[in-house]
């Protein structure tokens, strides 16, 4: 596994980890949870699209 998808995975269980904390902070969708939300999935393309090219090579 190269060391630039380890990043995004490390990147991506932070997210995770954040986004339930919000989640359970929060008594509705706030702008933190959102946010979150976005960039989470903003990496999770990234990994897949790294995951793809791994696959090619």
């Known amino acids: 596994m190269s060391s630039q998808m380890e990043e995004v995975i490390r ?8 986004l ?3 989640i359970e902070k929060s008594d509705n969708l706030s702008y933190d949870v959102i ?7 903003k ?6 699209e790294l995951l ?3 696959q090619k090579e």
Do not use: A
């Not at 946010?35 to 999935?41: G, T």
């Not at 990496?43 to 897949?48: E, G, H, N, R, T």
């Open 11 to 18: 990147e991506i269980e932070y997210l995770r980890r954040c």
């Open 20 to 22: 339930y904390d919000s």
């Open 35 to 41: 946010d979150i939300s976005q960039k989470l999935d």
């Open 43 to 48: 990496l999770l393309i990234k990994y897949y």
């Open 52 to 54: 793809k090219n791994q």
